[in-house]
């Protein structure tokens, strides 16, 4: 009797060492199950056609995925009318080349990029208590905690070869299906590089405009609500990696930035005393620090977002 009394805590031990390596080991798998999600979202003038918008964010890309760069190459075959990349595309400093394969035929769609702070820096080892506690591993008394810097002039000038809008505090539009679009989109918020002058009133970008949209790698509620403030019809963002690690049935734990967890990922509304409500989708983004390559209850993540007139229903799944 004493020495199965005795054993006990050994089983439980036992229990427990396991099921925490079950949970591990899928956690790493669902960082690879790659998700298409699909969302209606009513912005356009009355009547208007649909637009197909793919929204992009966070492919932290190294050499070696090549399981995530052949699932980005199929995105191709959906057709979108517009792509449009939220930040943190770099994972390693070779990873422009792959990456722009990855984007293969997007890139000879119209499109619009941000960057985030893991296209100027290179991801390190970090203590992920940090992250759930809110430390972000990228500023540390307003100094750079990084190892290297990437090769973002790289990124920005493949992009942009292909007539993507580089959007890092900027203005532009494009002709879309026969539509005009005007952007306004700023530098990283996580660094604190956004400039918010850089995102003028939308009604300044051209009264012609179809649609106005603002962009940001992170969605700090600063940008947002200036956004809104500005009259922007539809914000995008990412960054958030919808939370990364969630618990069932109760979602995400942080959204590592000052965006409530209820709109961790998704399409909702934002606004401001005194401002129209925008639609607001923050992508839950494609990969994770090559430190921490693990998602759970979060699968990785592409939206074809479908703008329709604003007579019409939106819906999501």
């Given at each position: 009797?004493?020495a199965s ?91 422009v080349p ?52 990437l090769p ?166």
């Amino acid at each position: 009797m004493r020495a199965s009394v005795a054993a006990r805590p050994v089983v439980v031990g036992a229990g427990v060492i396991g099921a925490g390596a079950a949970a591990l080991g899928y956690a790493w798998w669902e960082a690879r199950w790659f998700a298409l999600r699909h969302v209606s979202v009513p912005v356009l003038p009355s009547g208007a056609r649909p637009l197909k918008v793919l929204h992009l964010s966070d492919a932290h890309l190294t050499p070696a995925q090549g399981r995530k760069a052949d699932w980005l190459r199929s995105l191709a075959d959906l057709e979108p009318d517009l792509v449009v990349s939220t930040g943190d595309h770099l994972a390693h400093h070779d990873a422009v080349p792959p990456l722009l394969e990855a984007y293969g035929e997007l890139l000879e769609r119209p499109g619009v990029f941000v960057f985030g702070s893991n296209d100027y820096f290179a991801p390190v080892p970090k203590n992920p208590l940090k992250y759930l506690t809110g430390g972000t591993g990228t500023q540390v008394g307003g100094t750079w905690e990084r190892a290297a810097t990437l090769p973002f002039e790289d990124l920005r000038e493949g992009l942009a070869e292909h007539g993507w809008l580089d959007l890092n505090n900027a203005t532009g539009s494009l002709t879309v299906d026969e539509r005009r679009l005007t952007f306004a989109g700023v530098d990283d918020p996580h660094l604190e590089l956004d400039d918010l002058a850089a995102v003028p009133p939308a009604a300044s970008l051209g009264a012609d405009a179809d649609l106005a949209v603002a962009v940001a790698h992170a969605p700090y509620l600063r940008v947002l609500d200036h956004a809104s403030r500005q009259g922007y019809p539809l914000v995008l963002a990412g960054h958030t990696h919808g939370g990364q690690l969630c618990v069932p049935f109760v979602g995400a734990l942080v959204t590592n930035c000052d965006l409530d967890r209820a709109r961790v990922k998704g399409l909702s509304t934002h606004q401001v005393a005194g401002s129209s409500p925008s639609w607001l989708h923050v992508s839950g983004g494609l990969g994770t620090s090559p430190f921490a390559p693990v998602r759970f209850a979060c699968r990785p993540e592409a939206t074809l977002l479908t703008l329709t007139a604003i007579d019409s229903a939106g819906s999501s799944s």
